[in-house]
């Protein structure tokens, strides 16, 4: 299974930025697909995840700024941020919780896009 990650670079606070992510290979199918984000000197933190019927999840910081949208049929998983800040400078990455068989499920990241808020 890969995750392929498009989207980022700099934008100056305020702005907008929009992720994709698709993901290609054997896959039975997607449990749950979503971006974690990590700064410089932080942890990984989860972003947002939406699961296979629907449900979503934002980090409270994002919340009203940052959508997810996921569209099971292509595999395929983007966030529009809005009204960015300097603190939602990091690493995006991509994440799928992929069924790849009756009984394999497992992890996958992408490669991370660097996010950049700055004047």
């Known amino acids: 299974v890969q995750l392929q990650a498009s989207g980022g670079g700099l934008v100056q606070p305020g702005g907008s930025l929009r992720l994709s992510c698709a993901a290609s290979?054997?896959?039975?199918?997607?449990?749950?697909m979503g971006w974690y984000r990590q700064a410089p000197g932080k942890q990984r933190e989860l972003v947002t995840q939406?699961?296979?019927?629907?449900?979503?999840y934002y980090l409270d910081s994002v919340k009203g700024r940052f959508t997810a949208s996921r569209d099971n049929a292509k595999n395929t998983v983007s966030l529009q941020m809005d009204s960015l800040k300097p603190e939602d400078t990091a690493v995006y990455y991509c994440?799928?919780?992929?069924?790849?068989?009756?009984?394999?499920?497992?992890?996958?990241w992408g490669r991370g896009t660097l996010v950049t808020v700055s004047s």
């Open positions: 939406i699961t296979s019927d629907g449900s979503t």
């Open positions: 290979g054997s896959i039975f199918n997607i449990n749950a």
């Open positions: 994440n799928a919780n992929v069924r790849t068989g009756w009984y394999e499920v497992g992890d996958y």
